[in-house]
């Protein structure tokens, strides 16, 4: 509570902020843009966390980043001010064009921005032209902001799970046949035992930590593999629970926490799979399902036999018995469920951990049965809703005839750019136009340097957004900034107020209902400045409809149902449903949608994700998120749960490693790049600070270490800049 009441004070909410907490994820609310944890049926008097009240009383701020506010500062001051700073400037309130000769953001109208951003894409070779977007767009506003990418003419549809679960929808789907997690939230109240790597519900997902608390107090065996000790995974105390505040009362979440090495999941899942092959003669082993529905399994077997315990020790820094026990817990449970996040994602073999993962789960039928299965939880609110409508570099994911029966055109098939090949576009020059819808792109992105200067080449640049960030202020030659409502926001169009929707981690589609004031009357909804560039560049066609969609969300809708009609029927009615409705997974139906058909068990080629080798003062660094953070958007100063007060600036090492490197408590050091590729990276002012780590790795925060991440350092499937693993040294 501390933390929101920190926030009310700095952010003066307007009076509509409350009726907005009263209404967030609950039936005919709000949904909450800070997570895309589901949002149950059966809601409570309050469905929302810390976190996601920081998030609305963040959108729903009384401050105002005006004209006025750019007439008193040039792009080059605010270049100075920290990603803090600027966010507190408030909320955009105006529609803004770069003047380069003042070098200051001058107020533009509506129409004539339009006109020349449409003026300048048609200029363009639409190959050379990136759409992006951040997580959070609703489904009505992706599926037609990737219909405008494909009648221009690319399919350049980079989004942010390109550096988030990326990993997942390319390395799950690999195996599984499914891109998405398999489990539903009633499995979490059946399960016997959950496996947790590499995510961090206290900070992140806060609502997940519920029905984890109902699942330890009923019995379920929760193991954390974790470097860090999160306070979420340990203990649970309820906030809504007065007699349990009251009493003192805590309810033990981890029954078992393990601190391996960042990058050793593998040799930790190896270890575990060594047990379960070996005990009681494999008759621990769900044999059935290994013959009838997974192919590689006899192989795999065999590498793990082959695998020697010294090297899952060395790997993991765990010990024989320490897998052991995690071991016996997965073997005496029934129904196991298994959750991942970034820790797992971001790493240059992150698509490996995951098959491993689901070879762990798949010795003993762990999939596509009641109980138990595969939670990958993500990240934004709507992040998984936008490849499901067709936000997609990969027009073998899209349904294309679709597209060119109902809107009578040639839809592009040549593959897109993702994030990282958007990046490289940059630097060699080949991309030449970017449109952000939301997020800070050049903030989130690995190699802040080369990336900054490259930016600048670029020709056009346009971002939707709600507050000022940094990628605001690195430009193309004719920038834009266009301030768009939040979802908590009243959405008034010709047709009367409107509703959007969005697909949460468990694929289940719920309606968002914004009834805030707007923070000014010149706002557009993310929908209307889309439709407005798309008219102003494209000729006008009978089948697009750019003015009736915008009048009326529901015509859009019904579009998204004709295109993909097996997980829509009925959108316009079932997404009022309480706890919305589920668009269907074949995985939890045991149908593997694979190149063989069957789930794939695969093996990986080593023991760890890294994709370097441990060096004499070479570390491996993860990048983190704080608990005052949302990515780039920094509330405050406290990472309360980790007890890191007042500075972002730290290098997080254990006493150990400080010791062994001639390290105190305080000195202030630098990081640089340790990559094997000549380039010098570099981030200083880093306060050495103790803390509990397993040996040979180091921890910061991001976005403030991005500098530091190799472009080509990414997961060699998904792509997915492998922040969780970037090799660094320290120089003193
Ligand atoms: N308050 C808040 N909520 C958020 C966000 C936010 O910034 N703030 N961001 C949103 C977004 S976009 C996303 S993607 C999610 C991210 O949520 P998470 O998936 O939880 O991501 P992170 O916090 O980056 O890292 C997760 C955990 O991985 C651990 N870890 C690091 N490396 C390894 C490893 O090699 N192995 C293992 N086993 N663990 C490792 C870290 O210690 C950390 O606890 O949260 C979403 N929700
Ligand atoms: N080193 C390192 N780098 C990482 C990560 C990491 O763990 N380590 N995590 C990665 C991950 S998982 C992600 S998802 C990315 C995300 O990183 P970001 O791009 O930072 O994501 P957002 O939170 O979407 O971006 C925040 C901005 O979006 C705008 N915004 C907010 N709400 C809205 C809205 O409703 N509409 C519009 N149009 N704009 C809005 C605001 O202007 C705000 O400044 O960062 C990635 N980068
Ligand atoms: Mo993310």
Redesign the pocket.
Known sequence: MRGIASIARQERPSSDALDTLRRLNKPGGVMCT???WTRPADTHIVEFCE?GA??TLWDLTSRRCTPEFFANHSVTELREWSDHDLEQAGRLTHPMRYDAASDKYVPVGWEEAFAQIGKALQALDPQSTIFYAS?RASLETSYLYALFARLYGHNNLAD?SN???ETTSVGLKKVTGSAVGTCSLDDFTKCDAIF??????G????RLLHPLRQAAKRGCRIVT????R?KG?IEFRNPQSPMEMLAGGKTRISELYFQ??????IA?MMGICKYVIAEKDGALLDTAFLEEHCTGFEAFRAKVEATSWEDIEAETGLSRHDLKQAADVYCNADRVIGV????????VRGFE?IGMFVNLLALRGNIGREGAGMSP????SN?QGQRTVGISEKPELVPLDRLRSIFNFDPPTQPGLATVEACEGMISGKVKAFIGLGGNFVRAIPETERMEAAWQNMALTVQIATRLNRSHLINGKSAWLLPCLVRSEADVQAGGPQVVSMEDSMSQIHASIGKAKPASAFLKSEIAIIAGIAKATLPPKDEIKWDEWTADYGKVRDLIEATYPDMFADYNTRMYQPGGFFRGNAARERIWKTDSGKLEITMPEGLN?CGFADAPGRY?L??????????T?IYGYSDRLRGIEGTRDVLLISPAEMEAAGLVAGQLVSLVSDAEDGIHREVGGLAVTPFDLPRGCV?GY?PELNPLIPLSHHDKLAQTPA???VPVRIVA
């Open positions: 800070s997570c895309a976190n920081k998030a997580g942010s550096m988030c679960h947790f790597f590499g995510q961090n519900p900070t992140n997902s806060p593999f974790n470097p860090i999160e995974l391996p090495r960042p990058g050793s999941d930790v991942y996040g970034m820790g797992v994602t971001q790493h951990t939880v993500r990240g934004h992040v994700s491996r993860m990048t983190l998120r704080s608990n005052d953070q949302f990515n958007t921890a991001y922040s969780k693993s």
